[in-house]
């Protein structure tokens, strides 16, 4: 089984503040994507990075793949409240679409 | 219209009932699938369908089975709902790259 360990399970933070969100695993990944979730909806794709030491960005929200394709992480600049949410990384191996999704990482932003 | 429907948003049910969730998708994807989220947990895969004809067993299929029935149509069904399947439900479907997910059925057995 493919696991995908998110780190840190939680962050409370004010807003302003810089934060980065790690997502880890022992296996290769083709691909990783990273998802925002709000309450009471789905998960909507943020990103998708398909090449080892891959960095890209989006407004306030930087994404990298690790150079191994095990690892990647979520570095948002300035916080602001709407950025509040579940955030999820998910990989894919091969060709096909199927996902695994990490274990989630809860961001609140206060003022 | 939302791309992705599932009905019903809520539901309670007892030990032992069946019971039925229903995606719908206008996006025109063959690509559909199952997931449950908990808490902590992130999302686990329970089915996945690539097309009409093809039904896959996901991570944690046990004690679910689900139906295609038609390219826009992928159903979940509880055969004898017991409360660790107290959990939030979502379809979603996909063409080659992103996954576009329902809102989400919240379900509650007692």
């Known amino acids: 089984t493919q696991l995908l360990e998110q780190s840190p399970q939680f962050l409370s933070i004010q807003e302003g503040e810089n934060l980065t969100v790690y997502c880890n695993s022992s296996?290769?990944?083709?691909?990783l994507q990273w998802y925002r979730q709000e309450p009471g909806e789905g998960p909507v794709l943020l990103v998708t990075v398909v090449t080892g030491g891959e960095v890209k960005k989006l407004k306030r929200l930087t994404f990298q793949f690790g150079d191994a394709r095990k690892d990647s992480s979520l570095h948002i600049t300035a916080a602001q409240p709407g950025d509040t949410g579940l955030y999820l990384c998910?990989?894919?191996?091969?060709?096909?679409?199927?996902?695994?999704f990490g274990t989630g990482t809860r961001l609140q932003v206060t003022l | 219209d939302a791309d992705v429907t599932q009905t019903p948003r809520n539901r309670i049910t007892k030990t032992g009932k069946r019971i039925m969730l229903e995606c719908s998708q206008t996006?025109?994807?063959?690509?559909m699938y199952w997931y449950r989220q908990d808490p902590g947990l992130g999302l686990q895969l329970i089915y996945y369908?690539?097309?009409?004809?093809?039904?896959n067993k996901g991570e944690i299929s046990d004690g679910y089975s689900v139906s295609r029935q038609a390219q826009a149509k992928f159903s979940l069904s509880l055969e004898s709902a017991i409360p660790n399947q107290t959990a939030l439900y979502f379809c979603?479907?996909?063409?080659?790259?992103?996954?576009?997910f329902g809102p989400g059925t919240r379900l509650l057995v007692l």
């Open positions: 369908s690539f097309d009409v004809k093809d039904i």
């Open positions: 296996s290769v990944f083709s691909s």
């Open positions: 979603a479907t996909s063409d080659l790259g992103t996954q576009y």
């Open positions: 998910a990989g894919t191996t091969g060709t096909a679409s199927k996902l695994t």
């Open positions: 996006k025109g994807h063959d690509r």
